[in-house]
DNA sequence: AACCTTCTCAACCGCTACCCG
DNA sequence: ACGGGTAGCGGTTGAGAAGGT
């Protein structure tokens, strides 16, 4: 049938912006709110797709946008969630205010990628470079995407807790800031979340549906393992979080030959262990999966 | 100073998921 | 249930900056 394009192309400008288009981008947003991306640079006289618009506001002009360098712990957290999230750069921007997808997705592959090599870390994969581990598949065959309902699991949950940026995606869930405008007959990015709440129970069923889980716990100011192993405990055997402590990720897990084969063989590590909230030492689960520590925290501090 | 190479990152492109009539 | 329209995502590109010779 064919796409209609996303603008008229004849009519538009392309490349870098001007002031006078991000101001008068910033104007509109200002008094109009986000949203109706397509008919925003008509309304807003610039001679741009909406696409543009949306990716000029998102990834530059937006108030709470973070410049400047990534931080250590930044560094950290975007190797951590990459490995558990792979290229998920709207997730992992999400656990990341003030960072926008593209952001994070450009200073990956010019800056971490490359740190990653330097430690002799495959960067797809989060394993050591030069593993030639029995059972463990050489590291550039398999990407660290997990299968789909896990992803879907994590990424509910990422979605439920607000973060700073106010940048949402399409599968996330969290009410944004509220829109400037007051009225918008558009499906909106700002404006639809509370529509949002109430029109797509099946999104929230996938995040609720009697499961609420919570990455935070992981990912931020994780609570010690025993918390969340408790937390683990009190729920049934098939609720999300039960299933997010299942999830294999040997990839994360894979310090020494010996270690990789003991993580493949168990292929069962705490999750909270993986992200970095080992200061106390290794939880129960590491324990019994023959002290396979996340080699990230060897390497990370 | 001029040229070349490498690096960075904003912007674009094409695809997919989702919404709505 | 279906199809069109739109927003959002991830991969890629290319212009400009920075560094090297």
Redesign the pocket.
């Known amino acids: 049938?064919g796409?209609?394009p996303?603008c008229e192309k004849a009519h538009t400008?392309?490349?870098?912006?001007t002031k006078e288009e991000d101001q008068r981008l910033i104007d509109y947003i200002r008094l109009h709110g986000e949203?109706?991306?397509?008919s925003l640079p008509k309304s807003a006289g610039l001679l741009?797709c909406?696409?543009?618009c949306?990716?000029?506001w998102i990834?530059?002009l937006r108030p709470d946008l973070k410049r400047g360098n990534f931080t250590e712990e930044e560094d950290e957290l975007i190797i951590k969630l990459h490995s558990l999230l792979g290229?998920?750069?709207?997730?992992i921007a999400g656990r990341l205010p003030g960072r926008t997808?593209?952001?994070i997705?450009?200073?990956w592959?010019?800056?971490i990628k490359r740190k990653l090599v330097s430690r002799g870390i495959d960067p797809q994969t989060h394993r050591p470079l030069n593993s030639a581990v029995p059972g463990v598949p050489p590291a550039a065959t398999s990407p660290p995407s997990l299968p789909v309902t896990e992803i879907s699991l994590i990424s509910s949950s990422l979605d439920r807790r607000p973060h700073g940026n106010g940048?949402?995606?399409?599968?996330?869930l969290e009410p944004k800031a509220e829109p400037l405008r007051e009225d918008n007959h558009?499906?909106?990015?700002s404006g639809t979340t509370t529509?949002?709440e109430l029109?797509?129970p099946?999104?929230r069923q996938q995040a609720q549906g009697g499961s609420e889980l919570n990455l935070e716990l992981s990912i931020g100011l994780a609570p010690s393992c025993r918390e969340l192993n408790r937390n683990a405990s009190s729920v049934t055997a098939n609720t999300a979080e039960s299933k997010l402590q299942e999830v294999p990720y040997p990839l994360l897990t894979v310090p020494t030959p010996a270690a990789a084969a003991a993580a493949a063989a168990a292929a069962a590590v705490c999750l909270c262990c993986q992200l970095g909230s080992r200061s106390g030492g290794m939880c129960g689960n590491c324990q019994s999966n023959g002290g396979s520590f996340g080699y990230y925290a060897q390497l990370g501090s």
């Open positions: 049938m796409r209609s996303c400008n392309k490349g870098a912006w949203g109706c991306w397509r741009r909406g696409k543009s949306r990716l000029r990834n530059y290229n998920k750069w709207s997730l997808d593209n952001e997705k450009n200073y592959n010019t800056h940048y949402y995606g399409r599968e996330k558009c499906t909106t990015s529509d949002e029109k797509a099946r999104n």
